[in-house]
């Protein structure tokens, strides 16, 4: 059995968390309580064309994981922010490295899609 | 229109990118390459618990994507090998953070998760 944390192993807990942390919404919403604390809309806005269902679902879990704060203030309309912890700024840090090589490749990827593209068709041609 | 590739637009192709590369599979498959390539089994003996079909598929997204060779020897029995090109050795590093993000503070999102859930437990009661 191996005593460290290992998420090459099925059952290591550090592979759920592994999934959780390298999802997409994660790396937005993140990124974008990178900049200072949103309202649940103003989340929803900068991640475009993120469901209101995923949006709840997704900073619940991160509320539970205690990677954000969830404070409801007592006012009239019910105003609902967003932050992130310390441990959520940490994790700020290597998920904007991966949002920064998306970016940064974006046109070598799609140069190598096309031509492994264009093999395919020629090889089956 | 956004002229530089922006993973906060839904229609931007970085969004479908930064899914990919931060797929808990691809984190692994190119974790266990980084060391060097590795046939077919080896990959899927190295990620303990991925289905040969989810292997097969993720292989090739990531040979298509260019982060990946797939190379046949012409031996019987047929043998396959995969290593990184040199952009997937680029997306090892940041890749490799992530990895060591969940590994160091697995416990920390533990203790966070039991804290709210007996808040809950408790409010609910």
């Known amino acids: 059995?191996?005593?460290s944390p290992n998420p090459f192993n099925r059952d290591c807990p550090t592979r759920q968390l592994?999934?959780?942390i390298g999802?997409?919404?994660?790396?937005?919403?993140v990124g974008a309580l990178a900049e200072g604390p949103?309202?649940?809309t103003e989340v929803g806005k900068r991640v475009d064309g993120i469901s209101q269902k995923v949006l709840t679902q997704t900073l619940r879990s991160l509320v539970r994981d205690g990677l954000?704060?969830?404070t409801a203030y007592p006012v009239i309309p019910p105003r609902v922010e967003y932050a992130l912890t310390p441990l959520g700024r940490d994790l700020a840090e290597p998920l904007?490295?991966?949002?920064?090589w998306?970016?940064?490749?974006?046109?070598?990827v799609e140069r190598a899609r096309d031509a492994y593209d264009r093999e395919n068709t020629s090889v089956s041609a």
């Open 96 to 100: 904007d490295m991966l949002d920064r």
């Open 1 to 3: 059995m191996d005593p």
């Open 102 to 108: 998306a970016r940064g490749h974006m046109a070598e």
């Open 18 to 20: 592994l999934d959780r």
């Open 38 to 40: 949103l309202r649940f």
């Open 68 to 70: 954000l704060t969830r």
């Open 23 to 29: 999802d997409q919404w994660t790396v937005l919403i």
